[in-house]
């Protein structure tokens, strides 16, 4: 786990959420690493504005 950010952590159950974190696994599996930190990006920013 070294030398990555910490991955926000998806609500449950929160369609957004859910979404943004499938993106995220489908650019990791195809080596998209910058795909991979946009959406990581997109959901920390969706979990301060949805979930707080
Ligand atoms: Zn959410």
Same mark, same amino acid.
């Given at each position: 786990?070294? %030398?990555? *950010?910490?991955?926000? !952590?998806? &609500?449950? %159950?929160?369609?957004?959420? &859910? $979404? *943004? +974190? !499938?993106? %995220?696994?489908?650019? =990791?599996? $195809?080596?998209? &690493?910058?795909?991979?930190?946009? &959406?990581?990006? *997109? /959901?920390? +920013?969706? /979990? !301060? =504005?949805?979930? =707080?």
């Amino acid at each position: 786990m070294s %030398g990555y *950010l910490p991955a926000p !952590e998806p &609500v449950p %159950g929160c369609a957004a959420c &859910v $979404r *943004l +974190r !499938e993106e %995220g696994n489908a650019a =990791r599996k $195809r080596g998209d &690493v910058s795909g991979e930190t946009d &959406v990581r990006v *997109l /959901l920390a +920013r969706h /979990l !301060e =504005r949805a979930h =707080r």
